[in-house]
């Protein structure tokens, strides 16, 4: 599980040809982080967010960056798209937005971004490979990085000490086998959870499998739902899903809270934000979970996945390198993400960056956690192993949609996992083909 909140997705507008995406497939080299926008004189610039704690350093970049002004508005994450797309049309688009990595790519193949590789290029050194590609779509970058949520384990242990289980799990494998030999003693415990509306799980592990279902290819993307490490990954979901050992209370419930904290599930994959939401939904097992490396596929090449915020710069921005300039800074600078991982800014923001260790330890609820694990050490490897070759493809949005649809029939045993996975290869390929966009199968 990314996430237990809404994924709003945008759909695809118009067909857009293979470089709005792919572009010169660069985004540069660095430079020297200290080089100035060579934009002169004084500009104001819109910036669109719906994170809490935005506009407070909105304010102090603009006390001390008097020659470039941000107007900051408070949008709607749910309707926030809708929004863009229509200014984008009239106009009227602020020169920055808030954006999921997922979207950004959509945005870039309708083009409706605005390309700042070269622009961008200075600030690249700062943040991880995964990180940068979320912002660079086919190798053109259309944004910064705002934050991460690399993918760690909490689970119950106390619980598992219980049923005879000393850790939590390293693999796949353990898990599927620590879960069956749990049910053995108890059959009304589950040891994770997938919501029948949200299919964020399959994307985790066929990320954390090393699968690439985009990956740019010359002058054409290859799509590989089919590819061995998709499979992999697949398989996983299904034998979760054929032991019947996955509860699947929704996400959108508030009552998704109490299937962890009474103990009916007992491990879950999450991230950074999440933390603090746990301290105050789980006031009977406070104080009963750790925080372990999330199960791996192979031991010998440890991945994890991630779900990226980035910072996105719309067409039609007069001054993209002053919006670049603005974006690093809300989400590199010491002053301002010191100030955002703080969980009493309420932004729940973990930053992107490649040294994350100065930001850790104040996100981790220690009356959460019983102390028995390094909760800080687990959070920074997270952070460090997310997999590199991860892609957003043009109509990741578009897809993500298709994928819900079956998805519940999938968790129903309606349908397998393999064979959603089929599907969604031959419709990817069909779809990017209907918008003129050049792809073929992967090996």
Same mark, same amino acid.
């Given at each position: 599980?990314?996430?237990?909140? !809404? ?25 020297s ?12 610039? *819109? ?41 984008v ?32 290029a ?53 898990l ?47 799509i ?59 006031p ?27 910072? !996105? ?18 989400s ?58 991860? *892609? ?21 045993? *309606? ?15 069909s ?13």
């Amino acid at each position: 599980m990314t996430t237990f909140r !809404a994924r709003t997705l945008a759909s695809s507008a118009a067909a857009a040809s293979l470089c709005l995406v792919l572009a010169a497939c660069s985004g540069g080299g660095d430079t020297s982080t200290g080089a100035q926008p060579s934009t002169k004189g004084k500009v104001k610039l *819109q910036f669109w967010s719906w994170t809490e704690g935005i506009e407070a350093q909105v304010k102090t970049w603009n006390k001390t960056h008097p020659d470039t002004q941000v107007e900051f508005s408070q949008e709607a994450g749910d309707t926030v798209y809708q929004k863009l797309r229509a200014a984008v049309k009239a106009g009227t688009a602020p020169c920055l937005s808030k954006m999921d990595g997922q979207d950004l790519a959509t945005f870039a193949a309708d083009g409706l971004l605005t390309d700042i590789s070269k622009t961008a290029a200075q600030y690249k050194s700062a943040y991880t490979t995964a990180a940068w590609n979320a912002v660079s779509p086919g190798g053109t970058t259309y944004g910064i990085p705002m934050g991460s949520s690399p993918l760690f384990t909490a689970y119950r242990a106390d619980l598992f000490q219980k049923y005879g289980i000393a850790k939590a799990p390293a693999t796949w494998d353990e898990l599927i086998a620590d879960g069956i030999a749990i049910q053995k003693k108890n059959k009304n415990i589950k040891i994770f959870n997938m919501a029948g509306e949200d299919p964020s799980t399959l994307v985790d592990l066929s990320w954390q499998a090393g699968a690439s279902w985009y990956k740019v290819d010359g002058d054409q993307w290859k799509i590989g739902f089919t590819t061995p490490e998709a499979l992999k990954a697949g398989d996983v979901v299904q034998q979760l899903i054929d032991h019947n050992l996955a509860s699947n209370a929704s996400y959108a419930d508030p009552g998704v809270f109490k299937t962890w904290d009474l103990g009916k599930t007992i491990l879950m994959t999450t991230s950074t934000w999440q933390l603090p939401i746990y301290n105050t939904n789980f006031p009977k097992s406070k104080g009963k979970w750790q925080l372990a490396d999330a199960p791996l596929f192979d031991t010998a090449t440890p991945r994890t996945s991630s779900f990226f915020d980035t910072t !996105a710069v719309l067409k039609g921005c007069k001054y993209p390198d002053r919006a670049a300039q603005f974006a690093a800074w809300l989400s590199s600078s010491k002053e301002s993400v010191t100030t955002l991982t703080d969980p009493a800014s309420k932004s729940g923001l973990f930053p992107a960056l490649k040294d994350v260790t100065p930001y850790v330890d104040k996100i981790i609820p220690t009356e959460m956690f019983n102390g028995k694990s390094d909760s800080a050490q687990i959070i920074t490897t997270a952070a460090s192993r997310v997999g590199d070759q991860w *892609q957003y493809g043009p109509d990741y949005a578009d897809m993500f949609a298709e994928m819900q649809k079956d998805w519940g029939k999938v968790i129903k045993k *309606q349908m397998t996992v393999k064979d959603m996975l089929t599907h969604l290869q031959s419709w990817t390929l069909s779809d990017l083909k209907s918008k003129g966009i050049n792809a073929s199968a992967a090996n």
